[in-house]
């Protein structure tokens, strides 16, 4: 597991194009038969992945969270973004198909992960935050007739928004949050912009009490994203390709244009779960 420490604005603004990637970009974060992890110092989130293809992978705590089991004191959300796999938590399994999720509360020990196809194996992205209540663990699915431990996302949570004219026309589709998926800390979720939309999260924004993490995907090879980040008035940005994740303060500002449209897994942390609890910035003001 990697270590990242927190980062003040006021020397961030001073960092190079090297050092402001070294401390907030997340690259390979998809490797075949690993488990990549990131540890922020920002709200003691972990951002990472689990991505079997020939074999079962175990999620264990590691010496940096000095605990008997990941979740001992954590809880996490997974989404898979490649083919279909499983996810065993304490004995049962759940079939977690391409575009679904979890929520695992905290308390799960023994939590593995396992594709069905290893020509075409899961990939699944991971989210965690830490936790003082267990909620109950949950597949979540984007459509389909709710039952035991399984929840479809509300039609109030799938949201579309903005426009083609506007280069933004996208559909928000939140999986963990309160009234869908109960969870301590974590809310997390999917925004998929349409084939000529380039933007997300426009006009930007910030949030002072809670931070948030962007994985990007579904670009091809040649394409890319530029991601803006920094103070409203001190912006910087990141060069993004597919599949790569990026960590944003929570005084830093969240957003980004592609050269293509592509998708986004979003994920929050911090003490306020009001999904609207945002510091608006006009676009005027952005320097």
Request: hydrophobic fraction near 35%; charge should be negative; proline fraction near 5%.
């Amino acid at each position: 597991m990697e270590l990242r420490t927190a980062a003040s604005p006021r020397d961030v603004k001073h960092y190079t194009t090297q050092r402001l990637r070294e401390e907030f970009l997340i690259q390979n974060v998809f490797v075949p038969d690993e488990i990549r992890l990131v540890y922020s110092h920002i709200d003691r989130i972990i951002t990472g992945s689990a991505t079997p293809a020939e074999k079962e992978l175990k999620l264990v705590a590691g010496q940096e969270l000095r605990a008997e089991y990941f979740l001992q004191r954590r809880e996490m959300g997974v989404i898979n973004i490649g083919g279909p796999g499983r996810i065993c938590v304490d004995g049962r399994t759940f079939e977690v198909a391409p575009r679904e999720g979890m929520y695992i509360g905290m308390g799960k020990r023994d939590i593995t992960f396992s594709s069905t196809d290893k020509e075409n194996p899961a990939k699944f992205y991971i989210n965690s935050a830490p936790a003082h209540t267990s909620y109950p663990t949950v597949l979540i699915k984007r459509e389909g007739t709710p039952e035991e431990d399984v929840v479809i996302i509300k039609e109030e949570n799938k949201v579309e928004l903005g426009s083609l004219e506007q280069s933004n026309h996208r559909t928000i589709c939140k999986y963990i949050l309160p009234g869908q998926v109960e969870s301590c800390q974590l809310e997390m979720g999917m925004t998929s912009l349409e084939p000529g939309s380039v933007w997300n999260t426009m006009p930007c924004h910030t949030h002072d009490r809670r931070m948030e993490v962007y994985l990007y995907f579904d670009l091809p090879e040649d394409a890319f994203v530029m991601h803006y980040m920094g103070e409203p008035q001190e912006t910087r940005h990141i060069v993004m390709r597919n599949e790569e994740a990026v960590i944003s303060p929570s005084w830093s500002i969240h957003a980004g244009s592609g050269s293509r449209n592509y998708t986004f897994i979003w994920g929050m942390v911090g003490e306020n779960q009001d999904f609207d609890d945002m510091d608006g910035i006009r676009n005027e003001d952005i320097l």
